[in-house]
């Protein structure tokens, strides 16, 4: 049976007829740091309204030909997903939760008014690319192939209405962390004058227009020499959403973590969900309940929140160490890595490299 999550769409492949050599590889791969080193191939596969999805393919990596009137470039409609490949003890490689990744692009989809791609394929498109390139697969404790599925609206037409005509695409990237030091903790800013998404916004798809929604906030946090933007909500500028590309936890002094309930205005994280299933799993009590950043300020003050930390795919489980506001500042503890935070990251770090069994379905070998 068709439905738009299943189809039976196939990818033909034709491989790169002049691949980098393993000399460029090596050197490419020596220092890739985040989503600059690229690998050999992409998937590309498109939609029209009469043919549905068609012309599924792995290929060279080439620049996209796009008419200056495609949708995307005047609507922004596009969304995109993230997820990695990571090598396993055995030389093989293996994708973590791809099914979820999959579902949540039709999500984003479907608040975008685009054809949802089927999920099924888009697994299958996870598999192929990171089998044709598996050579890019970083072997470091740290790297891992970041996979970048997106899609555009490319129907020429300036009317504004959602296109009837769209490509899908995926590219890879050796990654390394995503942070300069994985070891270290990160510096946030607060953001008490822009916000990042809305109640009925798009903030819960992952679309590119709320990254740039966020971007000024971004320059904003690098002026006060911070890696990251903590979001509070767009009605009262009190509670804490996310940050630009993370969900944020906090651990208090009992024990308990904390994080804010997802809402249409939060991207539902993969990693979030992963924390929240571990960390009760072992036992600690996770609540998904509002918390307002004046809550965030008193509670480290006096001592009762001893640890907090972002959370995404590429960011892993990185620990927050000071925070900063337009009044004020502070840090939390001696703003290292603390024993909850460095915990969750080893748990979650051992089943997306099949070092811990995993009885979920989570770890997925593609090799
Ligand atoms: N929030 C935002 C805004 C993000 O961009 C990301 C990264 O994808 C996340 C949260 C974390 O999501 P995930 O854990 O699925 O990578
Ligand atoms: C991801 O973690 O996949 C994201 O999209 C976030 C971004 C900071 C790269």
Redesign the pocket.
């Known amino acids: 049976m068709r439905t738009p999550h299943v189809s039976d769409l196939t990818f033909e492949t034709h491989a790169h007829p002049a691949r980098r050599t393993s000399a460029e590889r090596a050197a490419l791969m020596e220092n890739p740091g985040f989503g600059k080193v690229f690998t050999d191939h992409m998937v590309v596969a498109r939609y029209s309204a009469g043919r549905g999805w068609h012309d599924a393919r792995i290929q060279a990596r080439e620049p996209i030909p796009l008419d200056p009137a495609a949708a995307v470039l005047h609507y922004a409609q596009e969304i995109f997903?993230?997820?990695k490949a990571y090598r396993t003890a055995d030389g093989g490689a293996a994708l973590f939760r791809a099914d979820?990744?999959a579902r949540?692009f039709r999500q984003s989809a479907e608040r975008m008014a685009m054809a949802p791609f089927p999920e099924n394929a888009f697994v299958e498109a996870m598999h192929k690319l990171v089998q044709i390139d598996r050579d890019w697969i970083p072997d470091t404790p740290d790297g891992s192939l970041y996979l970048r599925p997106f899609m555009i609206a490319n129907e020429a037409f300036l009317g504004v209405k959602p296109a009837s005509e769209y490509l899908f695409v995926t590219i890879a990237s050796a990654v390394g962390s995503y942070f300069k030091d994985p070891t270290g903790t990160v510096t946030v800013w607060i953001s008490e004058h822009f916000t990042?998404a809305a109640p009925g916004g798009t903030g819960a798809a992952?679309c590119g227009g709320?990254?740039a929604a966020?971007l000024a906030a971004q320059a904003e946090a690098a002026r006060q020499g911070c890696e990251q933007v903590v979001f509070l909500d767009a009605a009262e500028r009190r509670y804490i959403e996310?940050?630009?590309?993370?969900?944020v936890f906090f651990v208090f002094a009992d024990g308990t973590l904390q994080t804010p309930p997802l809402s249409d205005s939060?991207?539902?994280?993969?990693?979030?969900?992963?924390v929240i299933t571990l960390a009760r799993e072992a036992g600690l009590t996770v609540k998904e309940e509002p918390y307002t950043v004046d809550s965030w300020r008193a509670d480290v003050r006096a001592g009762r929140l001893t640890e907090a930390f972002a959370?995404?795919?590429?960011?892993v489980i990185t620990p927050i160490g000071t925070v900063k506001g337009r009044e004020d500042n502070f840090t939390i503890g001696d703003a290292v890595a603390g024993p909850v935070a460095r915990r969750l990251r080893g748990m979650l770090v051992d089943l997306q490299r099949g070092t811990t069994k995993d009885s979920r379905g989570w770890f997925q070998k593609v090799f």
């Open positions: 997903e993230g997820l979820a990744n949540r990042r992952k709320n990254y966020s996310e940050l630009g590309g993370m969900n939060i991207l539902p994280g993969i990693t979030r969900d992963s959370c995404g795919t590429a960011a």
